[in-house]
């Protein structure tokens, strides 16, 4: 692999002996063990991954919540400053342009994460959106290197190498605080329906705290984890994935997102469309589904659904946890029944599936 960017902590996933592989121009690793011990890692004991690839755009400015609350469907004024929010940067039609956690840093300074693929394009859209507003826009994410520490023990073992009150961070907080002797931003967020915590920090910085983080749960058997068990964690979740289950072509209430809309905050962008999705409904939706017939659904295979071609699987895996073979696609609204069997078309064969409540994993309080 030619041409790659690399995250900070390359060298020191190389020496793990991480399989590398080339993720939207970034070279990542895969998995260090197998995927399914390190899903397993992550929902007993912790799990660490680099994370450093995806993108950071600050907003600044007296302007900068204006701006936040015409291009996302959630209500950023809500945040308190060391509050976050799961939202979307949407397009005037109420389709994605990127899923986003908003970091409110100060009141007139925000912080967005968005995926790595869609860093330039976001970056230039919410600038263009910007542009008779008093707010600034940057392209921050090379200040970054992006740490996803996860885990029932997550927190004991962040405990151990910060000052920070690690318990007192209530989920959807975030503190700025030393880890290991970096300044960095905690974040109490996720990706894999364990609970965990985000560490942004220096990219300089990256590879000691990567190492502390390690030794410090060496003794509870905390794994180093790559993109394969990230992705079976978060499907295990519902956690829907951009490019995947969320793109330009559906809206977050087709996508089963309802709860990041708020009506009541005014106008925004493609609040009108979703306004008339909430009072006529939706015409399809996100289902989750089990194979209770032999095979795995992937991604783009076609979707049956009363005997109709109704889609096609847009995540689909074997779940290590549930010890299942799960997955999401999309399904006319007047058939996305629990209980309502569907089909995959698998290498031209028909394998039966039913319809299930989601999310297939949710983790104990």
Known sequence: MTGLRKTPLNDAIRRLGARLVDFAGWEMPVQFQSVIEE??????R????????????????????????????????????????????????????????????????FLLCVNSS??????????????????DVADVSD????????????????ARVTGAEVGAIRSYHFVEAEVAGARAILSRTGYTGEDGFEIYLPPGRA???????????????????????????????????????????????EAGLGFMVKFAKGEFLGSAILREQHERGVTKRLIGFEMTGRGIARHGYP????????????SGSYAPFLKKNIGLGYAPAGSARIGQRIEVVIRDAAVPGIIVKTPFYKRRA
């Not at 899903?39 to 007993?44: D, M, P, Q, W, Y």
């Not at 009363?306 to 096609?312: A, M, V």
Request: glycine letters at 8%.
């Open 207 to 253: 590879e000691t705290v990567w190492n502390v983080l390690l030794e410090a749960g060496k003794g509870e058997g905390i794994a180093p984890c790559g993109l394969g068990a990230r992705d079976t964690l978060r499907l295990e979740a519902r956690l829907p994935l951009y490019g995947n289950d969320i793109d330009e072509t559906v809206t977050p209430l």
């Open 46 to 109: 912790a799990g660490l991954f680099d994370v450093s690839h995806m993108g950071e755009i600050e907003i600044t400015g007296t302007e900068a919540l204006a701006l936040l609350q015409h291009l996302t469907p959630n209500d950023v004024a809500s945040l308190a400053p060391g509050q976050a929010q799961y939202s979307a940067l949407l397009t005037p039609q109420a389709t994605f342009v990127d899923d986003v956690l908003i970091y409110r840093l100060e009141p007139e300074r």
């Open 303 to 314: 979707l049956r659904v009363e005997g109709r071609e109704s889609g096609s699987v847009t």
């Open 39 to 44: 899903h397993l890692a992550v929902r007993a």
């Open 143 to 158: 200040a970054y290197a992006q740490l996803a520490l996860q885990g029932p023990l997550a927190g004991a073992i962040l």
């Open 118 to 135: 869609n860093t330039a394009k976001d970056f230039s859209y919410v600038r263009a959106s910007a542009a008779r507003l008093r707010a």
